[in-house]
């Protein structure tokens, strides 16, 4: 994708990860973008001037006057961009976007900034797990702001830990889709989605599950991030892959593992859409070596898990609650009553009746349910629906 044409100013701060902005420069401009940068004072410790504004065409901005004691004029600045990133971010620089600090030129530009900012912090791993830099981080987030979390690895004071610039490519990526098509219509919303089935361990080599592969949950986390949203994506055995920027993969194996990992992230979520065909059982006993071939019939006796979707409903606060349906007979009555009784404020029913419908097949055939409402669909490719069932809740929000 390109950035042919939009404009955007480079804020950058006193870490060591500095020297990465000169490949993300070029990676910029080669692809189209114009390229204004601001250094703080410390970041000039890192980075030379002569370099960026080589790379970025431009001068640097490094102070209020440049040397012919000619005002740079901040406000002006601010208003050209598109955009505005600061890579890499400090841990003091954030502390003053929270709270307004406004004494140097990197400041006086941000505070004047009408366009999107998009925030790349970068510190040692204690820093960055300091809960002044964890709060500072949810409070830029509330402003709007745009936040790629530092990524975990090798540390330039030689510890491992979360604490790394995102890449340069990472960086080029998020705002590539800042400037998608897409609209950011769940820009600031977290969603939370389950996927695929789950596997219920008979013994340490068979399990209970079923055919879910796992696709519209995906599907459908990848829409919403299309769309801005933060989304955590909670699914079992699939062999569906996703590499988004605002989707956070959380494997999960079984029903009670999925109901341990729904709950981490169940409380802050707007949206919940729960796609995952969680088992309804699980083996009483599982046995700790694998069962032997011995009498002509094996009886494995089951116990119902905790359902995952109801207790959901049952502790629903602001979120918007989404269930799947997967029906053979008596579908609608079924979903509608799923609808009701779990709480939800929305049911979106597959059944297996339709041919091309449901859980291993690429394509899908939804009806959708809420309290006052009903819509129907015609048959789609999973990624259709998912754009089906998302301008819907987007309606709702
Ligand atoms: C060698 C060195 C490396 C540093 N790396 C970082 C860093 O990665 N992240 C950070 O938040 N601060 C780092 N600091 C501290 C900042 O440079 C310091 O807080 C400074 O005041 C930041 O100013 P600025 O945000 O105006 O650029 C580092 C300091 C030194 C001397």
């Given at each position: 994708?390109?950035?042919?044409?939009?404009?955007?100013?480079?804020?950058?701060?006193?870490?060591?990860?500095?020297?990465?902005?000169?490949?993300?420069?070029?990676?910029?401009?080669?692809?189209?973008?114009?390229?204004?940068?601001?250094?703080?004072?410390?970041?000039?410790?890192?980075?030379?001037?002569?370099?960026?504004?080589?790379?970025?065409?431009?001068?640097?901005?490094?102070?209020?006057?440049?040397?012919?004691?000619?005002?740079?004029?901040?406000?002006?600045?601010?208003?050209?961009?598109?955009?505005?990133?600061?890579?890499?971010?400090?841990?003091?620089?954030?502390?003053?976007?929270?709270?307004?600090?406004?004494?140097?030129?990197?400041?006086?530009?941000?505070?004047?900034?009408?366009?999107?900012?998009?925030?790349?912090?970068?510190?040692?791993?204690?820093?960055?797990a300091?809960?002044?830099?964890?709060?500072?981080?949810?409070?830029?987030?509330?402003?709007?702001?745009?936040?790629?979390?530092?990524?975990?690895?090798?540390?330039?004071?030689?510890?491992t830990?979360?604490g790394?610039?995102?890449?340069?490519?990472?960086?080029?990526?998020?705002?590539?889709?800042?400037?998608?098509?897409?609209?950011?219509?769940?820009?600031?919303?977290?969603?939370?989605?389950?996927?695929?089935?789950?596997?219920?361990?008979?013994?340490?080599?068979?399990?209970?599950?079923?055919?879910?592969?796992?696709?519209?949950?995906?599907?459908?986390?990848?829409?919403?991030?299309?769309?801005?949203?933060?989304v955590?994506?909670?699914?079992?055995?699939?062999?569906?892959?996703?590499?988004?920027?605002?989707?956070?993969?959380?494997?999960?194996?079984?029903?009670?593992?999925?109901?341990?990992?729904?709950?981490?992230?169940?409380?802050?979520?707007?949206?919940?859409?729960?796609?995952?065909a969680?088992?309804?059982?699980?083996?009483?006993?599982?046995?700790?070596?694998?069962?032997?071939?011995?009498?002509?019939?094996?009886?494995?006796?089951?116990?119902?898990?905790?359902?995952?979707?109801?207790?959901?409903?049952?502790?629903?606060?602001?979120?918007?609650?989404?269930?799947?349906?997967?029906?053979?007979?008596?579908?609608?009555?079924?979903a509608?009553?799923?609808?009701?009784?779990?709480?939800?404020?929305?049911?979106?029913?597959?059944s297996?009746?339709?041919?091309?419908?449901?859980?291993a097949?690429?394509?899908?055939?939804?009806?959708?349910?809420?309290?006052?409402?009903?819509?129907?669909?015609?048959?789609?490719?999973?990624?259709?629906?998912?754009?089906?069932?998302?301008?819907?809740?987007?309606?709702?929000?």
């Amino acid at each position: 994708m390109s950035l042919q044409g939009k404009k955007i100013i480079l804020g950058i701060t006193g870490g060591i990860a500095a020297y990465k902005m000169n490949y993300l420069v070029r990676d910029l401009v080669k692809s189209g973008a114009e390229v204004k940068i601001v250094l703080t004072k410390s970041a000039q410790d890192f980075v030379s001037p002569l370099t960026l504004s080589t790379l970025s065409k431009h001068s640097v901005y490094t102070d209020f006057f440049d040397d012919n004691k000619t005002w740079n004029n901040h406000v002006e600045l601010a208003l050209w961009a598109d955009l505005m990133l600061m890579a890499p971010c400090t841990a003091h620089t954030l502390a003053k976007i929270t709270v307004g600090i406004c004494d140097n030129f990197l400041m006086a530009v941000y505070m004047s900034a009408k366009c999107p900012v998009i925030i790349a912090p970068a510190m040692d791993l204690d820093m960055y797990a300091h809960p002044a830099v964890t709060r500072n981080l949810k409070t830029a987030e509330s402003f709007g702001h745009t936040i790629i979390p530092a990524e975990f690895g090798e540390l330039a004071s030689g510890l491992t830990g979360q604490g790394r610039l995102a890449e340069p490519a990472t960086i080029l990526s998020v705002l590539e889709n800042q400037f998608s098509d897409a609209k950011q219509t769940f820009a600031g919303k977290k969603f939370l989605i389950t996927a695929g089935p789950t596997y219920e361990n008979i013994d340490p080599v068979r399990f209970v599950g079923n055919h879910s592969s796992g696709k519209m949950g995906f599907d459908l986390a990848k829409e919403a991030a299309k769309r801005g949203a933060k989304v955590v994506l909670i699914s079992g055995p699939s062999s569906q892959k996703v590499e988004d920027e605002n989707i956070k993969l959380c494997k999960v194996t079984s029903a009670q593992e999925m109901f341990d990992e729904v709950f981490k992230y169940y409380e802050d979520a707007d949206v919940a859409i729960m796609s995952a065909a969680v088992a309804d059982y699980t083996p009483k006993v599982k046995a700790k070596e694998k069962i032997k071939k011995k009498d002509n019939e094996l009886t494995i006796e089951l116990i119902k898990n905790k359902d995952i979707l109801r207790t959901m409903g049952e502790k629903k606060a602001q979120q918007f609650l989404v269930g799947f349906a997967l029906e053979t007979q008596n579908e609608e009555e079924n979903a509608r009553d799923k609808l009701i009784k779990k709480n939800l404020d929305m049911i979106v029913l597959n059944s297996l009746r339709d041919e091309g419908a449901g859980f291993a097949n690429a394509t899908n055939k939804v009806k959708i349910f809420t309290p006052t409402e009903e819509q129907s669909f015609s048959l789609k490719s999973k990624e259709a629906v998912a754009k089906d069932l998302l301008d819907f809740i987007e309606q709702k929000l």
